[in-house]
């Protein structure tokens, strides 16, 4: 009765279809179903592309799930060498989401019942021939079990496809027909496939209608919910945005490479060294050897200038601060301005500042031009913070440190000579440097100009200095 009844409902519905939404078997004629569509989806794990297919609210894969993980088998080769490989799994591992990507799932008793089922009432044997002419691609990988032997073998006529959290799997049989609830031991690796629900607009009479937020890549988007004429344009990581999940410019997100940082250990960006150069980051330091005695120093490029970026630390003038040896290794030696200013206390190709060259560096970090003349005078560049930007960032002595220049000065200490004549040591916390400029007042003819940077203040002070005081030496090239 049940197939008389399937019978008459193919005759009258089988006048509102073309031939070749049909197929005849003696007395079974199959229809193809209404509400049928079809698109893509890209694993993102692998980036592997499967077709899709919605049956009622649920999405197929159009294929098997050829994910590896730690419980497939990929039958011929690896998975890495030969992109056809079969791939199968342990099916007592197939339960829940599985080797599926997120989002998707391994499909349960309901959803393979309803899909061999509940779209047609005609028997086992014809189930296959349905499927196929509504385009579902039927599993043909066959199975890898122990059905006939002691050891797993590969068996081209079984094709098992897993029923989640189940002992039992889908047979689809080389004659056509499909078994539903087959029971196999429990070593039988099986394929996979995966599903999820649909959350497309589907009319039981005129199918789907595509949108632009409806999940899927369908009508004539080039991407999901993207491209084509309606929807707006893909995201890429090239087109000079920053759009989709990219944290920066075309970089950052799922799919784009990495954001360039100043501490990612690369050299990229408009970087020119690793993590330096370029308007975001510290400039990048170089080095040069004192031919002297061996010693290598680094130094960079502030704008037109090139600044050594390490306190002077030549033996052959000096002292340490507080007379340790340990301090000229981090600090440099303290020299006084006649020592400072002999003929070769710089290495060869470099020489000691002058006045002028110090006011060139200020300049460049901002120092005001009415400012750089100042002298016995703190606040020079203070609200430019260009004392600020001398420093070593995070530095103890000196914490204060903005847009660091390169510059990278370290409180080093004072030493002078007081009216006792004995030799005294300031606190760390204050820096000079000497220059080869002469005092030109004439009261002090025996004075340099020098600068001072401390912790208390943000700008830089301009000094007449005296003699006996000892104070460290930078550097610049020739």
């Not at 004659?175 to 039981?204: A, K, L, Y």
């Not at 020098?450 to 006996?468: A, C, I, K, N, Q």
């Amino acid at each position: 009765m049940r197939y008389l009844f399937f019978l008459l409902t193919i005759l009258f519905i089988g006048s509102c279809n073309t031939i070749n939404d049909q197929l005849s078997y003696a007395d079974v004629e199959i229809t193809k179903a209404n509400a049928v569509s079809f698109s893509t989806f890209v694993d993102p794990r692998d980036e592997q592309l499967y077709n899709t297919i919605v049956f009622d609210s649920i999405e197929w894969l159009n294929s098997d799930i050829r994910f590896e993980t730690t419980y497939s088998y990929c039958y011929g080769s690896s998975a890495e060498e030969d992109n056809d490989c079969l791939m199968f799994y342990e099916k007592e591992k197939l339960t829940g989401q599985g080797p599926c990507p997120n989002g998707w799932r391994i499909p349960n008793y309901d959803d393979w019942y309803n899909l061999l089922y509940n779209w047609h009432d005609f028997p086992d044997e014809f189930v296959q021939n349905h499927l196929s002419l509504n385009g579902f691609n039927i599993p043909d990988n066959g199975s890898y079990d122990a059905l006939n032997s002691p050891d797993l073998r590969y068996n081209k006529e079984s094709n098992f496809s897993a029923i989640d959290n189940f002992e039992r799997v889908v047979f689809f049989r080389v004659d056509g027909s499909v078994n539903f609830n087959i029971e196999q031991p429990w070593d039988t690796h099986v394929s996979c496939r995966c599903v999820r629900t649909s959350i497309r607009n589907v009319d039981p009479i005129i199918g789907i209608n595509p949108t632009c937020n409806d999940g899927f890549q369908n009508g004539d988007e080039t991407g999901v919910d993207c491209g084509g004429a309606d929807c707006e344009p893909c995201t890429s990581c090239n087109d000079g945005l920053q759009n989709g999940d990219e944290t920066g410019v075309d970089c950052g997100g799922t799919d784009c490479e990495p954001c360039a940082s100043c501490n990612d250990g690369l050299q990229n960006g408009d970087e020119t060294g690793i993590d330096c150069g370029g308007p975001e980051c510290e400039p990048c330091l170089q080095y040069f050897t004192d031919s002297r005695d061996g010693k290598q120093y680094t130094f960079t490029q502030i704008g037109e200038q090139f600044w050594m970026t390490q306190n002077l630390n030549f033996t052959g003038a000096g002292i340490c601060y507080q007379n340790d040896d340990d301090n000229c290794d981090k600090f440099g030696r303290l020299y006084t301005s006649a020592e400072a200013n002999s003929n070769n206390i710089c290495p060869e190709g470099w020489h000691l500042p002058t006045d002028e060259e110090f006011k060139e560096l200020e300049t460049f970090l901002g120092m005001p031009a009415d400012e750089l003349n100042e002298i016995d005078y703190f606040e020079r560049g203070n609200d430019q913070k260009v004392g600020e930007k001398l420093k070593i960032p995070d530095e103890q002595i000196i914490p204060f440190s903005i847009e660091p220049s390169g510059f990278n000065t370290i409180g080093s200490g004072v030493a002078y000579t007081n009216s006792n004549g004995t030799l005294v040591f300031t606190a760390p916390q204050r820096t000079g440097f000497q220059t080869s400029t002469k005092s030109v007042d004439p009261a002090t003819p025996n004075y340099y100009k020098t600068r001072f940077l401390d912790t208390d203040h943000s700008g830089v002070e301009r000094w007449d200095t005296r003699p006996d005081f000892r104070i460290s030496c930078r550097c610049v090239k020739d």
